[in-house]
């Protein structure tokens, strides 16, 4: 987890596979066999999910395969009678299995995926119903305590939200945006999510399919969802913001992004976009010192945040180094000195291709 939390996420990967090895599987061990056990796969999941993050996808799609669809029979407690004697079902997590339903969008194969998303989502439904029939999750005739049936149907219909999310982000990745829409109000409508922030989004789908007053309603709506709570302020600016820009109007949006900067000085987004209206209207030397803001305000002393807003800071710093370019020849001194400041405040899991170098 020090090692997630600094950045050193190559660092990580190498521990992981480490564990795994003295666990009797990973390096060394593909033709062999090995027990696999819920702490084995939770390793397992973690490494994978760094790999990803570090956009080794053949790697991790080499690793990942070796489960195939998860429905091994060495992946069921059932297997091991003497170390898990009584218990039934999958070892598998189940977000493993998210990811693995995901992982096929990396490779630019969003229909995979979405097959992937809405079986795993038949599952869940179907689990949802043997307990409102008052049966076990794997549909076994037998009675649960209240509790525990209570906490299950909690459980499962989280996971069920979870993956209604997840395959809207993957049909909004396809391009297919109506069916998106559908599947965020889906969410609306039967599984209470956050309205402010689900209204906003849909709205953002609906300006880049250039429909501007269905995207104001959407915008509307959710301010009506805020109730004038002060923490969805920037978000609400936000949405502003985006429907200026929707409309080409650079001023009106450079306006509200430095709203958004009052509220909250590091917003990364506000400061990416503000440099683009700042573009816009050919104040090229405003818009490289907004990035320049974004980039240098980063240190070791917000480390955290650093990991955490690490890609959308990769994003930024992309930009900037394209700004670098436009402004003069003499550019790569500038990104050398960039270079510098990021091996000094990242981890090994820093993604240097954004400099261009």
Known sequence: ????????????VDLCGKILTDLG???????????????SLQWWHARLSLLIRLKLYELAETEINQFGDFDKADLYFGFYPDLY??????MVPFSMRVLHAQFPLHNNKPDEALGRLYALQDTCEK?????????????????????????????WKERSKSLFYCIGNALLQNREYEAAIKTYDHILTTNGGDAVYLQSGIGRALLQLGSIKSAQHRFTKAEQAANDDPKYKPQLLMN???????ASNWKEALVQFNEVLKLDPQNLEALNNKSVCLLYLCRLRDAITSLETAV?????????????????????????????????????????????????ISGDGFDVTCLKM
């Open 296 to 344: 240098w305000m980063q240190s070791k002393e917000n480390a955290k945040d650093f990991v955490k807003n690490q890609l959308p800071f990769e994003g930024a710093l992309s930009n900037l180094v394209t700004l670098y370019e436009l402004e003069s020849s003499r550019f790569m001194s500038k990104k050398q000195s960039l270079l510098h400041h990021i091996a000094n």
């Open 240 to 246: 502003r913001a985006f429907l200026y820009l929707g």
């Open 25 to 39: 599987q990973g390096f060394g061990h593909a033709t062999q066999p090995s027990e696999n056990s819920p702490v």
């Open 127 to 155: 689990i949802l119903h043997h307990l409102n029939c008052g049966k076990k999750e794997d549909g076994l005739v037998g009675e649960l305590k209240c509790e525990d049936k209570e906490a299950s149907i909690r459980l």
């Open 85 to 90: 004697p009584g218990r039934r079902g999958s």
């Open 1 to 12: 987890m020090e090692l997630v939390t600094s950045g050193d996420l190559r660092a990580a």
